[in-house]
């Protein structure tokens, strides 16, 4: 849709607007500082900070952060059969996935002169750190979307982490790691975790790259290494946008956007309807939803702080809106929904109809759940397989390519003030028998 197509249209309204608290980036610099003196104390001191702040922050002093083969199998015989056949089933799905979004890229070699050859080849990044976050939802299925999908890439060594739990070690999710592809296993977590991986220490050899969700403290150490080390993004709180029209049923609606709501209570949930009936009802629906909720706790919050409900005139005035937000998530509960497919354009992963949930996307159905937030959907997509691939390119000449090229390279560099380059272009025409 034309930015001028919408220029004349009408303000939204609003049913519900956020509370007062949706503070945005509060107690940031606060997160900033306390972060940066954990990374330089895990650069200077290595595994005597890493164990130092384990005990203070986790309560957790292990006399090894790693998982050992013999732990591994104990911890896995903990973990129910029906368990196990789920998170295969899931990490099926994302390998699945992963697959074929590789097999959409490709390498290739061009003559683009005669004599000048251009080519492109997938080589995969090499070490790899997946963090697994804990702490009130250990997130299993996250070990799912970055250690599996890492490993379709071709990542040489996959190192995952995860927090311990209440003073032991999430058996579920180690499993879910060693499934998954992980070739080395830290019971870690927090800024420290991520720093020892981004930098190592005496027992944690460093890697190339750190992938995966995590909270203000693990997003913000992510940002402070990016440089020494390559990420995927800047996440922050989960969002999920539903767009809704008449056809929508007020209970299903509602549910979905409590269940992203129970992620955090700076989570933004957000309906933008073109009625103003399932508007009202869906508002009463949640909280009739949050009554009985086990974690309505967090989820009420984020309802009550970062909640919306906008009503538009049009399916095009939702697009627009829609695309204005660039939510994380984003479902289509209409009776077209792929018009929505076909029209916008802003979002980290669109869930098409009233059959399919954020919830599924999550868990079980194969894309990747690590996505942007904040806005970062205006100019990335979410963890993919590509992101573990590096696309380095290469480039050979004949005598009579470096003739032709070098001949313009030369003036090209002059133009520029750069003789040496000029030069480095001369001596191969040179060669070549050609003079300038």
């Known amino acids: 849709m034309r930015s001028e197509d919408t220029a004349t249209a009408p303000e939204p309204r609003y049913l519900k607007e956020p509370g007062s608290d949706a503070a945005g980036n509060r107690g940031q610099s606060e997160v900033a500082e306390r972060v940066a003196g954990i990374v330089e104390a895990i650069r200077d001191e290595g595994d005597e900070a890493l164990k130092r702040y384990s005990s203070e922050l986790d309560g957790w002093s ?15 015989s903990e973990v129910s059969p029906e368990v196990i056949r789920d998170m295969e089933f899931s990490q099926g799905q994302v390998r699945r ?35 697994v976050p804990g702490g009130r939802y250990p997130m299993v299925a996250s070990a799912h979307m970055s250690a599996s999908t890492a490993k379709v890439a071709g990542v040489r ?6 927090p311990p ?26 800024v420290h975790a991520v720093a020892a991986l981004a930098l190592g220490t005496e027992t944690v050899a460093p890697v190339d790259m750190v992938v995966g969700p995590g909270n203000a403290y693990v997003t913000e150490a992510k940002r402070q290494l990016f440089g020494e080390v390559g990420i995927d993004m800047i996440a922050g709180p989960t969002e999920i946008l539903v767009i809704a029209d008449e056809t929508a049923d007020p209970a299903v609606v509602a549910a979905d956007l ?10 933004p949930a957000v309906l933008i309807t073109t009625d103003e009936e399932l508007g009202r009802s869906v508002l009463e629906q949640i909280d009739v939803q949050l009554e009985g909720l086990s974690t309505a706790d967090v989820a009420s919050v984020a309802w009550r702080d970062h909640g919306v409900v906008m ?24 009776a077209e929904p792929r018009y929505f497919l076909e029209n916008m354009s802003h979002y980290g992963a669109l869930f098409l109809g009233s059959e399919t949930t954020v919830a599924f996307g ?32 290469y480039q050979q000449c004949t005598p009579s390519g470096a003739s032709l090229i070098g001949e313009i390279c030369a003036r090209q560099s002059r133009v520029e003030n750069f003789e040496g380059h000029a030069k480095a272009s001369d001596i191969r025409v040179e060669k070549s028998g050609s003079l300038v």
């Open 157 to 162: 060594r996959v190192v995952s982490c995860t």
């Open 165 to 190: 739990l209440g003073g032991q070690i999430p058996a579920v999710t180690v499993t879910a790691m060693h499934m998954a592809g992980a070739d080395e296993i830290y019971v870690m977590g927090g």
């Open 97 to 131: 996935f992963a697959e074929a979004q590789k097999a959409s890229m490709s390498e290739f070699e061009i003559e683009t002169l005669p004599g000048v050859r251009l080519g492109q080849k997938l080589v995969p990044v090499e070490q790899v750190g997946a963090y």
């Open 258 to 267: 409590v269940s992203q709501a129970e992620h955090g209570p700076t989570s």
């Open 311 to 334: 009503l538009v005139d049009s399916l095009e005035q939702a697009v627009a809106e829609g695309d204005r937000l660039a939510y994380e998530h984003v479902e289509i509960h209409t």
């Open 362 to 393: 999550d868990k079980t159905i194969g894309t990747n759940h690590i996505l942007p937030t904040r806005g970062a959907a205006r100019y990335r997509g979410g963890l993919w397989v590509g992101d573990f691939l590096r696309c380095v390119t």
């Open 62 to 76: 292990p006399e090894s952060f790693r998982v050992g083969e013999e732990q591994l199998r104990s911890l896995m």
